[in-house]
């Protein structure tokens, strides 16, 4: 024995051990493996044999101890002030507790030390050169283990355990953000080569959760118009049945909603969960989720929904999971931003795309005539109301037989309305098969039927902010009506195959040259759909009632076809036009079109050489005389009648024309059959 009362030979081997010590600074360990080979190398210095490492965090303020009771693997949390490592650490002094029975303070500290057999304590600050990180707590079973000698030796193997702690602090901090770096670096790959986010949403969830522990995951959008928010991708490995694409939760009655509304992160425990009222709540607490974190996907114009993590663990989640969720919630919103503006360009550059395929048709296309030719009181009157209701939205339809112009007057109203800078789409619904008059007008998506190999866009959406003609609109099947009609009423249907609702700005015109009356009361044609379209009718003259146009249309596609055919027809001889005025034309100014074009085409000189011939009755029909004379009656009275505005009695009224008592007049119409429909517009 030394005269201080030493033994050298003790003081060798601690400082041997020290040096021993020093050893495991300079290596890489985890923390709990680190803390296994220092309390055994402190246990062969001391009498110890109960070893703790306190470890302060500062985002709690609480002493995260690690004990061989708990085999250095799950740290207890205790309240700073309640502990003699937390003094320690506070006022960086040792403590030494002689007796843990008669110690007055640190009551649940000492209570478990003594349950663990310790009745002599001491602990020293774990300080380094850049910060304070803890404490080192000694335990022995017998009183009075520890003097002062003890107290400086363990002073300097506290400094060797700072230091090696700090090191592998430091290098699990270095790691955990390699690993959360490498994540984050990942799920941008996945983002930014992946469009389609709600199909990969689980591989880039596993890439999350090698440093995020949870269950399940999900991205939940909102949906303005129904107040909520729905499923948008889904991850959960252990239950893939439990939930579904496309369900939805009140934005005002879920914790997602919280989260979305206060955007903030959020964490929920399951006590706080059952506080909710939802479907999707009660199915999470029925797998055994403990722990609910929801981070807000905020983009620079709105938040557009959240990202939802759950755990069966309590507490699952620590402070710096949330940051690690912040920077994934950004990246997922900046995704779906981009590709919300890139399902848009597609939609807009398809639209555009079919828009130039249709008009390029339609440019193509041969047209009746370029412009409204005549100068007939009933033409005048059509062109007058046409202009009438081209400034207002109503639906018109327009009546009319075959060949009398409707699709011009159409197109007028168009040019005429606020929606000329806008497309004019057609639609011939007797030019379609029934079967695919659906996805023409409609459009369908990929998928949607056998042959559906791309999604279609169809007229409805081509036609928004413009205006639709449906041509031969009395042919639409009876089953296709009600969704017409939905489009109608509320601007709005989905693609044939599709689940998403379109909304669209489309002003309808429609034409037919049949009686829709009579349709709807033979049940071929919804009375509400009729009403609908029947808004602001239209009807058509037929050539034959406005006479004084034949000549006018004559020479006009006269000029059209001797150009094209590069003739030079200089006159239309008076028989050729005094024929022409009288035929009846039941095709109209299309009849008119086609056989002004066969003249030129016959004519070798510069006067046209019309088939005259085409214009004489056919055989049997010189036979039905009172026929022939009843029919032209009647075409001549209801003429009259149009060109009077329905006006029978007065000096202007129709029957002072027709040199007719108006009692006369109304006993021929009544013969006839002539109702008003026929001639008030």
């Known amino acids: 024995m030394a005269p201080d009362g030493t033994h050298p030979e003790v003081d060798l081997r601690r400082y041997e051990a020290l040096l021993q010590m020093a050893d495991l600074v300079v290596r890489h360990c985890e923390l709990e493996e680190l803390f296994r080979e220092l309390a055994q190398r402190l246990r062969d210095l001391t009498s110890a044999e109960f070893v703790a490492f306190s470890l302060h965090e500062p985002t709690s303020n609480l002493m995260q101890v690690y004990s061989d009771a708990g085999k250095f693997a799950t740290p207890r949390e205790m309240p700073?002030?309640?502990?003699?490592?937390?003094?320690v650490w506070q006022h960086q002094l040792p403590m030494l507790i002689r007796d843990t029975e008669s110690e007055n303070r640190f009551l649940e500290k000492m209570q478990l030390l003594g349950e663990a057999g310790v009745r002599s304590y001491c602990a020293l600050p774990l300080t380094t050169a850049r910060r304070r990180l803890g404490s080192l707590g000694l335990g022995s079973a017998a009183l009075n283990t520890y003097d002062e000698n003890d107290l400086q030796f363990l002073q300097r193997a506290a400094k060797f355990v700072a230091i090696a702690v700090e090191n592998a602090l430091t290098q699990g901090a270095l790691q955990q953000e390699k690993d959360r770096l490498q994540m984050l670096l990942e799920v941008n790959a996945a983002l930014v080569s992946n469009l389609d986010l709600q199909e990969h949403f689980p591989a880039i969830s596993g890439y999350i959760r090698r440093v995020v522990n949870y269950d399940f995951a999900s991205i939940d959008l909102y949906e303005e118009s129904s107040q909520t928010l729905y499923k948008y991708a889904l991850d959960f490995p252990s239950a893939p049945g439990a939930f579904r694409v496309g369900q939805k939760s009140s934005v005002h009655g879920s914790f997602f909603g919280q989260a979305f509304l206060e955007r903030q992160t959020k964490i929920f425990p399951r006590e706080q969960l059952r506080g909710f009222s939802s479907d999707a709540i009660g199915q999470l607490l029925d797998y055994g989720i403990q722990t609910v974190c929801?981070?807000?996907?905020?983009?620079p114009k709105a938040a557009v929904g959240t990202l939802n993590l759950a755990s069966r663990q309590?507490?699952?989640?620590?402070?710096?999971?949330?940051?690690v969720l912040k920077q994934?919630?950004?990246?997922?919103?900046?995704?779906?931003?981009?590709?919300?503006?890139?399902?848009?360009?597609?939609?807009?550059?398809?639209?555009?795309?079919?828009?130039k395929k249709y008009l390029q048709g339609e440019i193509y296309a041969e047209r009746n005539f370029e412009d409204i030719i005549g100068e007939s009181p009933a033409l005048k009157a059509i062109l007058h109301t046409s202009k009438t209701v081209a400034s207002s939205d109503a639906?018109?339809?327009?009546?009319?037989?075959?060949?009398?112009?409707?699709?011009?007057?159409?197109r007028a109203i168009h040019r005429m309305s606020s929606r000329k800078d806008s497309s004019f789409i057609k639609l011939n619904c007797a030019a379609i098969p029934t079967g695919l008059l659906e996805s023409e007008l409609f459009g369908h998506e990929k998928g949607a039927f056998t042959g559906a190999v791309s999604q279609k866009i169809g007229r409805l959406e081509l036609a928004d902010?413009?205006?639709l003609l449906l041509d031969e609109v009395g042919d639409i099947p009876l089953e296709l009506q009600p969704k017409l009609l939905r489009v109608l009423q509320d601007q709005e249907f989905e693609r044939l195959g599709g689940t998403r609702t379109l909304k669209v700005n489309v002003r309808l015109l429609a034409a037919t040259n049949v009686d829709l009356e009579k349709l709807v009361a033979e049940r071929l044609f919804r009375a509400d759909l009729y009403y609908r379209l029947n808004v602001f009718p239209i009807r058509m003259p037929a050539l034959r009632e406005r006479a004084k146009d034949i000549s006018l249309l004559a020479r006009y596609f006269v000029h059209k076809f001797s150009r094209r055919m590069n003739k030079q027809i200089e006159s239309i001889p008076t028989e050729v036009m005094h024929a022409m005025e009288m035929w009846s034309w039941p095709g109209n100014v299309r009849e008119l079109e086609n056989f002004i074009e066969r003249s030129v085409i016959l004519t070798t000189g510069t006067a046209l050489n019309a088939p005259l011939a085409e214009l004489r009755a056919k055989p049997g029909e010189s036979e039905a005389g009172h026929g022939s004379l009843e029919t032209l009656e009647r075409e001549h009275i209801v003429r009259t009648l149009r060109e009077t505005g329905g006006v029978i009695a007065g000096l202007r009224g129709a029957a002072v024309r027709l040199g007719l008592k108006r009692t006369t007049l109304q006993s021929r119409m009544q013969r006839l059959g002539i109702s008003r429909n026929e001639y008030e517009n």
């Open 80 to 87: 700073t002030e309640e502990t003699p490592g937390g003094w």
């Open 294 to 299: 929801c981070a807000p996907l905020l983009t």
């Open 314 to 323: 309590a507490d699952a989640f620590a402070p710096r999971d949330l940051r």
């Open 328 to 355: 994934i919630a950004g990246q997922i919103a900046v995704a779906l931003d981009n590709d919300h503006a890139y399902r848009e360009l597609a939609r807009l550059k398809d639209k555009l795309a079919a828009e």
């Open 395 to 410: 639906n018109v339809l327009i009546l009319g037989e075959t060949g009398t112009g409707k699709e011009l007057i159409a």
């Open 465 to 467: 902010k413009g205006t």
